[in-house]
């Protein structure tokens, strides 16, 4: 046998697109659309898991009902937040109208953060004083307010754009045909 059938080169000069440094879901996964405050998505990636997992860790309640509220917010907060970033920083972004991510992201944000909010103040009145409790609530309460202050950024960026209506396209694209076509 001839050393060339039996033993191939280790190494490829040209790697497939599968293989390489960049390769499974870590080819699909950018970072290049969260740019100015849509950072902000991570942080609140963070701080809702940070809440829920230190509300997870509570052993024992006297008032429970605003510890399973607050579960219940900080682990929806998590889940939405991941779901608004696996859209922004994966080719799903691509496919779907930029228009409608935004203004979905609008309102799960403002949503979110009020809730949150509201979760976290009836969590502070019916907490047994523990350090994890104290710990939840400070996370959440953080979190909430990342919500909202990206809420404040979406809102006046908002604002900043031109406002159209539906109806102006058409009466521009009216003005602007010749009258004899």
């Keep these: 046998m001839e050393n060339g059938e039996v033993y191939r080169a280790t190494t490829e000069a040209h790697p497939g697109p599968g293989r390489g440094p960049r390769s499974g879901l870590a080819a699909y996964f950018t970072l290049s659309r969260l ?3 849509r950072r902000l998505k991570l942080l609140e990636l963070v701080l809702s898991l940070l809440a829920f997992i230190c509300e997870e860790v509570v052993s ?4 429970c009902g605003g510890l399973y509220f607050f579960e219940f917010v900080s682990c929806s907060a998590f889940l939405l937040s991941l779901l608004i970033l696996i859209v922004y920083c994966t080719p799903v972004y691509d496919r779907v109208d930029p228009a409608k991510v935004k203004s979905s992201d609008f309102f799960i944000t403002l949503g979110t953060g009020l809730v949150l909010l509201v979760a976290s103040i009836i ?3 019916t907490h047994d004083n523990t350090i994890t409790e104290i710990a ?4 959440g309460f953080l979190a909430s307010l990342a919500y909202l202050t990206d809420f404040s950024f979406m809102l006046r960026e908002k604002c900043k ?7 102006d396209a058409a009466v521009r694209r009216e003005y602007t045909e010749p ?3």
């Design 161 to 167: 754009e031109p406002q159209q209506r539906k109806g």
């Design 60 to 63: 024992q309640c006297t008032l």
């Design 136 to 139: 939840a609530i400070v996370f």
């Design 179 to 181: 009258l004899n076509a």
């Design 123 to 125: 969590f502070a009145l």
């Design 35 to 37: 740019t100015g405050f």
